[in-house]
């Protein structure tokens, strides 16, 4: 049984009123606008679908990556696929800490490099600190991937024991299903 919406159709009127609006979109204008929307590319790239960023400004390097991977599998010592997958899986979310890390001292030091041009002193580059709105954000994407970051190690620590005090996780299922291997 096929449970899907179909679709609403749109009449030609509504159809040509919103080209219309479309075309009447140009954009941020103001300097604000501009410099907000400057970061959209940054707000989204922390968590962006490619899990390692290969152009632009903040470009990743792949060998960093598979570094960590390599070392977080050395730490781990993953047995078979779902162990293995368990620990990319940290290693994604580590190396989207790492970006959130550094999204934040870019925003950091853009805040300082503006204080510089107007020369203040030391005692006030307390106000280099980010927007309000984007410091939130930063962490808010910081606690969401340390969060993510436990709960993967936790999972694999869980994974690991049951692997060591059952044997495998077939015979885990098994037994759970109360069948012998």
């Known amino acids: 049984m096929d449970e899907r919406v179909p679709a609403k159709e749109v009449s030609p009127q509504q159809l040509q009123a919103n080209r219309n609006n479309a075309n009447k979109s140009t954009g941020p204008r103001s300097a604000e606008g501009k410099r907000k ?29 598979l570094r960590l991977l390599e070392d977080l599998r050395e730490d781990f010592q993953p047995v078979g ?25 870019a925003e950091i030091t853009n805040g300082m490099a503006e204080e510089t041009r107007f020369k203040l002193r030391a005692v006030d580059e307390h106000r280099s600190v980010p927007a309000p709105d984007t410091m939130s954000n930063l962490l808010r994407y910081q606690t969401s991937t340390r ?16 692997r060591r005090t059952r044997g495998s996780y077939a015979s885990a299922a098994a037994q759970e299903e109360g069948v012998e291997t």
């Open 81 to 105: 696929t779902t162990e293995e997958l368990q620990v990319e899986l940290i290693a994604a979310d580590f190396w989207r800490y790492r970006r959130v890390l550094r999204a934040e001292r």
């Open 37 to 65: 929307s400057s970061r959209n590319s940054l707000k989204h790239g922390i968590f962006s679908k490619d899990l390692i960023v290969r152009e632009g400004e903040g470009r990743e390097n792949t060998r960093e990556f």
């Open 147 to 162: 969060r993510h970051i436990a709960q993967d190690i936790r999972l694999l620590h869980d994974l690991q024991k049951q």
